[in-house]
C-alpha cells in the first residue's frame, strides 16, 4: 500500500492540505500528517488541524510521497526547516514522488528539485530566472517525471486525483471521482 507524507505548518492552506488528504484517504492510501513541531497546526485562514505526529516522529518512516500544500507563511515555513528540504531530497533520490501546490513549490524549488523541470504555481512564487531550467506553465496541474505541483485551492481537487492515480492507477481515480459526482 502506498505511504504519503503530508508536512504542515502554521499557515498552510486549508483546502489543499484536508483536500489532498482526503481524496488520498478514500483512495485507501496511507497518509501520515506531521506538523513541525506535533500537535495541531493553524492554517491561514484559523482552521486547526491535528497532526498524526511531530515531522520528527514522521521521517522513521518510509513514504513514496511527499505532498506540500501552499498558504503563507505555511510554505516559507516548510522551506525554510531543513529536514523537509533534506526529506525532499531524499525521496528525489530514490525515485520516489514529491508534489506541492500553491505556494508549496517555492519548496521543492529550495530543494533543487525544479532545476530542468515544468511547472506550476501560484502567481509569483516561482520565478524561472531563479530556478536553472525552469519552465513554468500555467496548467491546473503540471507533471515532470516524479515531480507534480498544482497552482492553489481552485486546483485542489484535480491535484489530489493526479496524486491517487500517479499512486495506485487511472482506475481507482475515474472510480473515486465517479463516487464524487464531479461534471464531466
Known amino acids: 500500500m502506498a505511504r504519503v507524507l503530508v508536512p504542515l505548518a502554521d499557515g498552510f492552506e486549508e483546502i489543499e492540505a484536508v483536500t489532498v488528504i482526503d481524496i488520498l484517504r478514500r483512495a485507501g492510501i496511507t497518509v501520515v500528517v506531521a506538523g513541525l513541531r506535533g500537535g495541531p497546526v493553524r492554517g491561514s485562514h484559523g482552521i486547526a488541524l491535528e497532526t498524526d505526529c511531530s515531522l520528527h516522529e514522521s521521517l522513521k518512516g518510509q513514504y513514496d510521497m511527499a505532498v506540500l500544500p501552499g498558504g503563507m507563511p505555511g510554505a516559507d515555513n516548510l522551506r525554510d526547516d531543513p529536514r523537509v528540504i533534506g526529506l525532499l531530497r531524499a ?81 481507482c481515480r475515474e472510480e473515486l471521482e465517479s463516487n464524487l459526482q464531479r461534471p464531466a
Open 91 to 171: 525521496l528525489a533520490e530514490d525515485k520516489k514522488f514529491t508534489a506541492a501546490i500553491c505556494a508549496g513549490p517555492q519548496v521543492l524549488a529550495a530543494a533543487g528539485l525544479l532545476d530542468n523541470r515544468r511547472a506550476t504555481s501560484y502567481p509569483g512564487f516561482l520565478d524561472p530566472g531563479q530556478v536553472p531550467g525552469l519552465e513554468l506553465t500555467e496548467a491546473p496541474v503540471e507533471q515532470d517525471d516524479k515531480v507534480i505541483t498544482s497552482r492553489g485551492p481552485g486546483t485542489a481537487m484535480d491535484f489530489a486525483l493526479a496524486l491517487v492515480e500517479n499512486l495506485v492507477g487511472r482506475h
